[in-house]
């Protein structure tokens, strides 16, 4: 069964910092992964879909790599604003549902 | 162009009870599947409707059941409520089955008294 782990599950960053989120899983025969973001109480926002075949994926100040065949991803932000503060979620797709890890919360500082 | 909508926002059941939540897809999505939230279990797979059949079941016992519709329209039923079934409700639809991303509806806050 595939298990996702995300580190930090927390995460408080002074505005203006970049910062790395991470992300693992323990089988490596996938065909997408996906990142989201949460905020409290509320439905998930998709953020970066990266198919198996790629490395990374950019929207603005996002950038997501994935290393299948070590079984990671990172999430990286950019110049971090006081509106990023959310849980974000990655999600492993092995063709039959979608396998989530339990999130990093991030606050950043204004 | 519509997002993923889910009907109602909000609902509050007594224990045995029985529950029906709704999800429309994106326009032309044929895909829909349904995950259920909560504090300590995180989010985990209920199941997955593509062209009106189920093609994907996770662990969760029979008292939860769907059925997608030919509009490609889904609801979730959950029968014989127990506290423990309070939780978030997110449905999610995709162009296709199997190897497609995913766009999530607001979700239904579910609170069993």
């Known amino acids: 069964k595939q298990e996702v782990t995300q580190i930090p599950a927390a995460l408080s960053v002074p505005e203006g910092e970049n910062l790395v989120l991470n992300c693992s899983f323990t089988?490596?025969?996938?065909?997408?992964l996906q990142w989201f973001r949460q905020d409290p109480g509320k439905g998930l926002t998709s953020l970066l879909l990266?198919?198996?075949?790629?490395r990374e994926q950019t929207s603005g100040r996002l950038n997501a790599s994935l290393d299948k065949s070590s079984g990671r991803s990172t999430l990286y932000i950019a110049a971090s604003q006081p509106g990023d503060s959310a849980t974000y979620l990655c999600?492993?797709?092995?063709?039959?549902?979608?396998?989530f890890g339990t999130g990093t919360s991030l606050t950043v500082i204004p | 162009k519509a997002g993923v909508t889910q009907t109602p926002r909000y609902l509050i059941k007594t224990r045995g009870q029985q529950v029906t939540l709704s999800c429309s897809p994106i326009?032309?999505?044929?895909?829909v599947s349904w995950y259920q939230q909560t504090p300590g279990q995180g989010l985990q797979f209920l199941f997955e409707?593509?062209?009106?059949?189920?093609?994907n079941k996770g662990n969760f016992p029979g008292r939860f059941s769907g059925r997608q519709f030919s509009n490609s329209r889904s609801e979730m039923n959950v029968s014989t409520l127990e506290l423990g079934d309070s939780a978030l409700y997110l449905c999610?639809?995709?162009?296709?089955?199997?190897?497609?991303?995913?766009?999530f509806g607001s979700g239904t806050r579910l609170t069993v008294v």
């Open positions: 089988d490596s025969a996938i065909y997408n």
């Open positions: 990266i198919q198996s075949s790629q």
């Open positions: 326009s032309g999505h044929r895909s």
């Open positions: 999600a492993v797709n092995t063709g039959n549902q979608f396998y």
């Open positions: 409707y593509f062209s009106e059949t189920q093609r």
């Open positions: 999610a639809s995709s162009p296709g089955a199997g190897g497609y991303g995913y766009t």
